[in-house]
């Protein structure tokens, strides 16, 4: 079955699937069940989804977060990754609503906490009380404290977090205890060492495995038998799109094959690696992964060098890792920086092949405009999970441009 005949058989089964899923004398018979994403096993005796849903980049919109949320749901994808800061503060409300039609032990409700947030020890009880209430459970089945880094870590350490939230896991409030990861490998090795985790989620894929040193964030969880969970496979969207040179290496291999399913093959072929998340925003993007995640194929040593040779197409193009995460901002200039620099990383992936239309210039001309803005006050600097010299990159942004249209 090729790609297009797949997605068009997953929409109409995952509709007919998603009705079904609480009436079992309704369901469907065994032929016609969806694609149903690999299982990987969990401590305790839980089955995990190779794919989870991360709710990062769920539309807000409640139509089409649930019609989302029933594909997934029909297919197994029943982890769902959301944090006390994801959409604004109302991701877990959102989380809550979709999921309130399934029964509690039918999916997987995992957030975070961020250290910064708390503040004091009565911060901590406040947020998970909050959350508990916001997410309409008695219980999370997943907990993280959330985007952990030198600082963060000092202030989860001065909070006394991780006994409080041992405590909450003790009470049963709390089944897996574990923490998602932004920061160089020795402050991993503390972190790791500090308790004794369920698992971690750690930044995670093939472009950033030596530059990000994903290899070593992997081997230190892999030496301690944590199990790990994997945050931004698509390293914010690059992965799906590495270029025209990048992705006719990949197209050459297997026409058939989206680029985005070699990264997502990258990651969930390593052992160790449980969940794969991915903040799927529309339908076609969830409807692809589950055809990557249902038929399976490992990478073989062939792939790669696929893999290898797609990155040295891609080669030194020069465009900036940013993932699109929002943790800079807000910026005292109002500079929308990610909004900024994914721009500059169109422009310059497609420099040679694109049309100059109206439309490109202006957008071109607000990005300078706004890079232009920045005077280097380095607020941003400490935010940045990828270590991004934000204030570097927009004069590099604004000298490049200003290149281009003299
Ligand atoms: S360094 Fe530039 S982008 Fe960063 S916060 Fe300051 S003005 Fe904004
Ligand atoms: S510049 Fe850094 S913090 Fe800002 S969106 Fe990009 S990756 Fe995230």
Redesign the pocket.
Known sequence: MNRRDFLQNAVTLSAAASVNVVRSEDAPPAESKPPQVFRRPFKGGLSLPSLGYGIFRMPTDEKISQELVDIAMASGVNYFDTAYTYLGGHAEELCARTLAKYPRESYFFATKMPPFMAKDPDGLVRIFDDQLKKSNVEYFDFYLLHNLQINSWADAKRLGMVDFLQKKKDEGKIRNLGFSFHDVPPVLEEIADFHAWDFALIQLNYFDWIPYHCNEQYEILRKRNIPIMVMEPLRGGLLADLGEKGNEVFKKADPNASVASWAFRFVASLPGVVTVLSGMACKEHLLENIQTFSDFHPLTDADRETIRLALEAYGASGTIPCTDCKY?IP???E?N?PSVFALYNYFKRTENERQRTPGTRQAEQEALHQAA?????????PKCPQKIN??AM?RKVVEEGMKRNV
């Open positions: 800079c910026c005292p200039l500079i920086i803005l920045c005077v280097s006050c380095k607020q941003c600097l934000i204030p927009h």
